[in-house]
């Protein structure tokens, strides 16, 4: 029985620390945890040869409204890009990129790795 429960940063950060573990063990390199701009957060950053992975990280504890991968709408998909280009501009790079999504639904030993989620 749990005495407490713990706040959604701490479960968010705990998700996203087994995330970053699973693309390090995919072979990437993450390169960058939680990048914030004006227009909003990228989870992870990470390289894949010479391409940019940029890596939204969804947790859900069912998949009873259509699970953590669904979660990313329209408008997240919009913040991530613009998010994107701020990282993009700021470190000077010119490198091929992709959104990808880790999807967690219950725990951290269920991730589904959505490669090239979205389009920019």
Known sequence: ????????????????????LYLQR???CVIERNYRS?????????REGDTVVLVEVRFRRSNRFGGAGASV?????QKLLHTAQSYLQQHKLDCPCRFDILAID???QNIQWIKNAFEA
Do not use: C, P, Y
């Open 106 to 108: 219950g725990d951290a």
């Open 26 to 28: 995919a072979g990437l």
């Open 1 to 20: 029985m749990r005495l407490f429960k713990r706040s959604s940063g701490t479960v968010g950060a705990h998700m996203e620390g087994a995330a970053a």
């Open 38 to 46: 004006r227009h909003g957060e990228i989870d992870l950053i990470a």
């Open 73 to 77: 709408d329209r408008r997240k998909q």
